[in-house]
């Protein structure tokens, strides 16, 4: 039995991790230094994506990332966005919250941790974009305890960034600025380090702006090209719009490195048994002008946030870049023409917000207690309640925000208002709580509410009732609300007022990812596979009518999935082992053979026995 390695001081184990909607990461406090801790096969960031396979086991990573296309509803991405609604999530049948989705994930990471640190209880710090509400954040929390970990802190995206650059730069005095542009949320904080001390100044964002949006702008537009030549929308079929979106995502990265992408999809859907596909080509100043508005969005909330630091643009020494998105060259030439200069180079993107976990993990557990850095962060919202408010200066309506405590306020914090009485006989209160920045409640985000009674009957505005905040540094908000003349008190933890799971449901709900993530059905066909094998055969027949039909176009469009098979085995080939290479080396050389023949039965038996030799290997 392997040794279990305690990085904690205080106990349990303790690591950090970044649950992000396109990948996710997991690190830990090594020798003083934060390390991301690998896959078994050396992977240092998986994509997350959940997949449940025909034999109802569970798939996280990159199998699952490979059956998006072909079985989009056995598998979900970008689940991150979800997180914190009700809406539920169906995957091979069965029903989800979205907490549950992310819980398979960090399921994933803690067999990494156990791989290395070994058996065992483990403590986790994980990340949230620092724009996410309450409700969000708890739902995070609960997608931990779910997967196991014992879940003490919920930390910022951009802090964590900003701390795993500070670690190592604490002896400088530099206010910094991070700019976190990940696959679906989007922050930007103002960092100040100064003696040691890492202090968030201000944070804002938006948690529904990210890499997806850009794939789907991608997506969007090769689908309107096939619709104008075939009068078909792709995006009305499952697989089509998946095959768009994935091929989106490699046109989004390609063009980071080049001025122009080829687009070559041979079959996308089928029309009348016709194989409909797409041609077409993509430059690097089209896909700008295609998402200009979404990067002039990020660029407002730069600005927004150096007017909330009460900052100029001077006044900021550096820009850390985070997040896969920030690789898009127009990205650094916004930061740059802003701040009139280059942002750094040495952190990496898809890295630096798990390291920073780790950080923050190592500060908790006290492995880190001598580097001396202290960290504090602020309140990504404002905090109130619902109120009385005067109205045309004549009359009082409902429905207006009182804010306790305000955006940008140094977390963890407590403060308190002091409100009255509106009805003579008044014996009760309803403490309605929101957190927002609209002056009416109605268009902030309503957390929760409770009712305080045994108040003394009296007469309007007589009584007096104080109303206490504390936001702690999970971000979790405690309520209380007290009767002055009689010291009646009630007070709420917001996250169990608001849709927490019972003990019973919270295991019950533990038992069925359990079950999930160990069992192994039986392979019973669904009707969901049943449609699949359908699909199947159609897709046979149609490329056999497609052949009849038009041999010559169909013999160029099946030498296209040749090239593009040659082209996957190849990547492979750069990270297989010596045995998996053998195969690959056979795998090419079959393919290379059929390349100049013009025998359409010999070049789909190269292209069939191609592609299973290669789902053998990825799986």
């Known amino acids: 039995m392997k040794k279990t390695i305690n990085n904690n001081q205080n106990g349990h184990p303790i690591v950090g991790i970044d649950l992000g909607t396109t990948n996710s990461a997991v690190a830990f406090i090594n020798k003083g230094r934060p390390e991301i801790i690998p896959s078994p096969s050396g992977e240092r960031i998986i994509p997350s994506v959940v997949h449940i396979n025909q034999q109802g086991q569970v798939e996280v990573g990159k199998t699952a990332q490979d059956a998006l296309i072909a079985m989009p509803s056995r598998t979900i991405a970008a689940v991150k966005r979800k997180m914190g609604s009700e809406e539920e999530i169906i995957l091979a049948g069965q029903a989800f919250l979205p907490h549950e989705i992310s819980a398979l994930i960090l399921k994933k990471l803690k067999e990494f941790v156990d791989a290395r640190l070994g058996e065992g209880d483990k403590e986790a710090v994980i990340t949230v974009p620092a724009y996410f509400t309450d409700k969000q954040r708890r739902a995070t929390k609960q997608a931990g305890e779910l997967a196991g970990f014992i879940v003490e802190r919920i930390v910022n995206e951009p802090t964590a960034a900003a701390m795993a650059y500070g670690l190592f730069n604490l002896d400088k005095d530099k206010h910094i600025l991070v700019y976190d542009l990940g696959g679906g949320t989007f922050d930007v904080s103002v960092v100040e380090i100064m003696g040691g001390i890492l202090d968030v100044k201000a944070s804002t964002g938006n948690s529904q702006l990210g890499g997806e949006d850009f794939d789907w702008r991608i997506a969007e537009w090769m689908a309107q090209k096939i619709q104008a030549q075939h009068g078909v929308n792709p995006l009305d079929d499952l697989r089509a719009k998946a095959i768009l979106k994935e091929e989106a995502e490699q046109v989004k990265k390609l063009l980071s490195e080049r001025d122009t992408v080829e687009i070559s999809l041979p079959v996308v859907l ?350």
């Open 270 to 619: 089928f029309k009348d048994k016709t194989p409909i596909g797409l041609s077409t080509s993509i430059e690097r100043n089209f896909f700008e002008e295609m998402i200009e508005d979404l990067l002039k969005e990020t660029m407002d909330k730069v600005q927004e946030v150096l007017t909330q630091a009460e900052l100029t643009v001077e006044e900021i020494d550096e820009i850390l870049l985070v997040g896969g998105s920030t690789r898009i060259p127009m990205v650094s030439r916004l930061i740059s023409q802003f701040f009139g200069k280059s942002p750094r180079k040495d952190v990496h993107p898809d890295e630096a917000v798990a390291l920073g976990a780790a950080v923050q993990a190592g500060i908790k557990s006290g492995l880190l207690s001598k580097s001396g850095m202290v960290v504090t962060d602020v309140a990504p919202f404002s905090m109130g309640i619902s109120v009385l408010e005067q109205w045309k200066g004549i009359s009082y309506r409902p429905g207006g925000f009182s804010v306790i405590i305000p955006k940008n306020t140094t977390i963890p914090v407590t403060r308190s208002e002091k409100y009255y009485t509106v009805n003579d006989g008044q014996e009760a209160v309803s403490i309605e709580v929101y957190q927002g920045e609209h002056e009416r409640v109605k268009y902030n985000h309503h957390l929760g509410k409770f009712l305080l009674e045994g108040i003394p009957s009296n007469s309007a505005g007589a009584e007096s009732i104080e109303v206490k905040f504390h936001y702690n540094i999970n971000g979790i908000l405690e309520v209380s609300a007290k009767c002055l003349s009689n010291d009646r008190e009630m007070s709420v933890l917001m996250q169990d007022a608001l849709d927490r799971f019972s003990e019973e449901s919270f295991l019950e709900s533990t038992t069925s990812l359990e079950n999930l993530w160990k069992d192994v059905k039986e392979d019973v066909l669904s009707a969901e596979e049943e449609e699949w094998k359908r699909f199947q055969q159609f897709l046979d027949d149609a490329v056999e009518d497609y052949e009849a039909e038009d041999v010559e176009k169909n013999i160029t469009e099946l030498k296209q999935e040749v090239k593009r098979l040659i082209k996957r085995s190849k990547h492979l080939l750069e990270h297989a082992s010596s045995e998996e290479s053998a195969g690959l080396q056979e795998i090419i050389e079959s393919l290379n053979a059929v390349e100049e023949m013009e025998d359409v039965e010999e070049i789909l038996e190269a292209i069939n026995n191609a592609t299973d030799a290669l789902i053998e290997l990825e799986t």
